[in-house]
């Protein structure tokens, strides 16, 4: 297939891939319309720490099973945000990967948080923003104002430091700090371990690419700066928008190799042909990839006033902003999307395990799960769960566990605790629809999304508790279609500027394709705000 200039051929395909915490997914689309044409999937081992040669490994598999991707001319990389990847000067993993959902690093979370507080307040302005009563709400509200962000367990900073103070040999090692998405484009481009021959182009951690969306999610990205912008020319190396005096307060220096953070259009390479491209001429060109929400974001089609709500492994309410956060309670991230806007985020721990909690208590399967729970009326006659199963983000309680409030003998039923259980989920995914508006977040339209969107009692009972109707659209791999999406618009900003000779036309002249928007369904049904309010009676109990 030849890539010539001027507009897509009619059978231009595009390829996205979502390395996720569970799985890698592959898409093949075309980069026209967007028509799905391939699809596979491989399983990712389960656990909060990874060695990354298995999302590799499940690469390849996805990949086959998907028909190859010899034939693509374009592909990007979506993946779970924050994951600590830590190669030494030879370009091998020095200890298996930390995923968001470890939670080893929640000390090293509140020195980093106390720290910095103390530095704000011995530089003498503890009042930048409001009066402060301690270091903690001095280091929160820096941190903030900093990365967007007050640090948590899940963010990559905090694992470097717990990496500094609980593996001193392995922190000496660090030559280069990756996020698996990040790790992962490397990889496909040939890159990789020294003397290993899935990695013809050697160990050249330079080459190590990122964009603005996962950048920012590491707590050493400049908040003030959704990221570069296509329609600027380059300045710098690409890495300018980090902090470093936050990278070395968490790992005690700054000489290692961070990637290079490019516009959403840039070219980030070219995929080894072993690997993708193979039928193309001159190659699949790479897209700098996306971190998982934002890559969900763009795959969604969201603009400002679309809220998603995203129920898998975590639980994620995310609205697309052209202004940037500093919440210092720490209940919304403010992170930067993959258009050159912001995404702002408030997650939970605790979404779909919280059904899969529910079927293991009732032994049920999902479709039991639903009916029982609709079975019930709402709110339950005061049953109330407190789903923090797994610790909590939001609010920050890494040590909490969940709690059953008001069980009675008539509400002691499979019922009334598969409603409980549903409704408890719904709950604590509100409250970050309701952080998102106490900082003036417009909310217009409600996307659910999701593994757990597929439950009719999730869909049935969520206008319920959110108080607002919810659109479901139809079940799709919506990461690795922001990533295909991210592909195509790479493809289409590279030819616009190799068709413009005189320079006229840059990347940053040319938007994402507009592919057809997937039907789906919109649920409606009588908000019922006791729910709400008997949790909230008891979730600070927890």
Same mark, same amino acid.
């Given at each position: ?42 399983? /990712?081992? +389960? ?79 503890? =009042? ?52 698996? /998405? ?18 013809? @182009? ?12 996962? $950048? ?17 020319? $380059? ?26 953070? @490019? ?8 995929? /080894? ?32 006033? +679309?809220?998603?709500? &995203?129920?898998?492994? &975590? ?13 210092? &309670? ?68 890494? +040590? ?30 509100? =409250?970050?629809? +309701? ?37 479901? *659209?139809? *079940? ?7 990533? $295909?999406?991210? $592909? ?5 900003? /590279? ?8 320079? &006229? ?7 994402? *394709? ?29």
């Amino acid at each position: 297939m030849e890539r010539a200039a001027g507009g897509p051929a009619a059978r231009t395909l595009v390829a996205g891939i979502d390395t996720s915490t569970q799985s890698c997914k592959v898409v093949v689309r075309d980069a026209e319309t967007g028509a799905l044409r391939r699809f596979g999937a491989a399983k /990712h081992p +389960d656990g909060t720490e990874v060695d990354p040669a298995a999302w590799w490994d499940a690469l390849g598999a996805a990949v086959a099973a998907a028909g190859g991707l010899d034939d693509v001319a374009a592909l990007a990389v979506g993946g779970q945000q924050h994951g600590m990847v830590a190669l030494d000067a030879e370009g091998r993993v020095i200890r298996p990967a930390l995923l968001w959902n470890d939670t080893r690093s929640a000390p090293a979370a509140r020195d980093l948080i106390r720290e910095l507080g103390e530095a704000r307040l011995a530089e003498g302005v503890p =009042d930048a923003r409001v009066r402060v009563a301690s270091a903690e709400e001095a280091g929160a509200q820096a941190w903030a104002d900093a990365i967007g962000s007050v640090p948590v367990a899940s963010l990559t900073v905090t694992k470097l430091r717990w990496l500094r103070d609980a593996e001193p040999e392995n922190a000496a090692r660090v030559a280069a700090v990756a996020l698996p /998405h990040d790790w992962l484009t490397w990889r496909i481009a040939g890159y990789g371990p020294a003397d290993d021959p899935t990695a013809p @182009l050697g160990p050249d951690l330079d080459a190590l690419v990122t964009d603005a969306s996962d $950048a920012s999610g590491t707590g050493y990205w400049d908040a003030t700066r959704a990221g570069p912008s296509a329609n600027e020319p $380059a300045r710098g190396d690409g890495r300018e928008g980090y902090r470093l005096d936050l990278l070395e307060l968490a790992l005690g220096r700054t000489d290692v190799v961070l990637p290079r953070v @490019l516009a959403p259009s840039a070219v980030a390479g070219v995929a /080894h042909p072993t690997v993708a491209g193979a039928g193309v001429e001159g190659g699949a060109l790479l897209g700098p990839g996306a971190g998982d929400n934002a890559g969900a974001a763009l795959g969604l089609g969201m603009t400002a006033g +679309d809220v998603a709500v &995203s129920i898998g492994t &975590s639980g994620v309410v995310s609205a697309v902003a052209d202004a940037r956060t500093a919440d210092g &309670s720490g209940l919304v991230n403010g992170f930067s999307d993959a258009t050159g806007r912001y995404l702002l985020l408030a997650v939970t721990l605790n979404a779909s395990r919280v059904l899969d909690a529910a079927r293991e208590v009732l032994g049920v399967d999902h479709q039991e799960l639903s009916r029982l729970a609709l079975e019930a009326p709402p709110g339950a006659d005061g049953l109330v769960l407190v789903p923090y199963l797994e610790g909590e983000r939001m609010p920050n309680r890494p +040590d909490a566990s969940g709690t059953l409030h008001g069980i009675r003998l008539g509400t002691a039923t499979r019922e009334y605790l598969a409603r409980a259980f549903v409704e408890g989920m719904l709950c604590g995914l509100a =409250d970050g629809l +309701d952080a998102l508006r106490a900082l003036g977040v417009p909310v217009e339209r409600v996307q659910l999304i999701g593994g757990g969107a597929q439950s009719e009692a999730v869909r049935r009972i969520a206008p319920q508790v959110l108080g607002l109707p919810v659109a479901v *659209p139809e *079940p799709g791999e919506y990461v690795a279609d922001g990533a $295909a999406r991210q $592909a195509a618009w790479v493809l289409a900003a /590279h030819r616009a500027a190799e068709g413009a000779a005189d320079g &006229s036309t840059g990347p940053g002249d040319v938007d994402p *394709p507009t592919w057809a928007a997937s039907s789906g369904t919109v649920t409606e049904a009588v908000p019922v705000p006791a729910i709400r309010e008997r949790y909230a009676e008891v979730r600070d109990l927890t």
